[in-house]
């Protein structure tokens, strides 16, 4: 069974950082395999794409983190992060991993990021 467990969320004034992590319970082979991405849900919102990051490293990001957020992957520890600065209110959501191998696809239980001051 796949887990993935983030961490890192909390509260944090607007204009500050937090950096969140992931990390995943699967083979080495697996996770350097995979497509890794944050998603996030605010309250009466629907979920939406944050960042992503391929297995090569290639990234992508929402049209509303772009240039904030940073995602990154550490295949030796099996653990993608995201690197927030200059937060807003507005990216007061949970924030979900996503795991993406093959036809199989993985969701973290999600951690709070509240920005307020």
């Known amino acids: 069974q796949v887990q993935l467990v983030e961490s890192g969320g909390g509260l944090v004034q607007p204009g500050g950082s937090l950096r969140l992590s992931c990390g995943a319970s699967?083979?080495?082979?697996?996770?350097?395999?995979?497509?890794m991405g944050w998603y996030r849900q605010a309250p009466g919102k629907q979920r939406e794409v944050v960042a992503t990051?391929?297995?090569?490293?290639?990234?992508t990001y929402g049209d509303s983190t772009k240039g904030r957020f940073t995602i990154s992957r550490d295949n030796a520890k099996n653990t993608v992060y995201l690197q927030m600065i200059s937060l807003k209110p507005e990216d007061t959501a949970v924030y979900y991993c996503?795991?993406?191998?093959?036809?199989?696809?993985?969701w973290g239980q999600g951690t709070q990021v509240t920005v307020s001051p």
């Open positions: 990051i391929s297995s090569g490293g290639d990234t």
């Open positions: 699967v083979s080495g082979i697996i996770f350097r395999s995979s497509t």
């Open positions: 996503n795991l993406r191998w093959s036809a199989n696809e993985y």
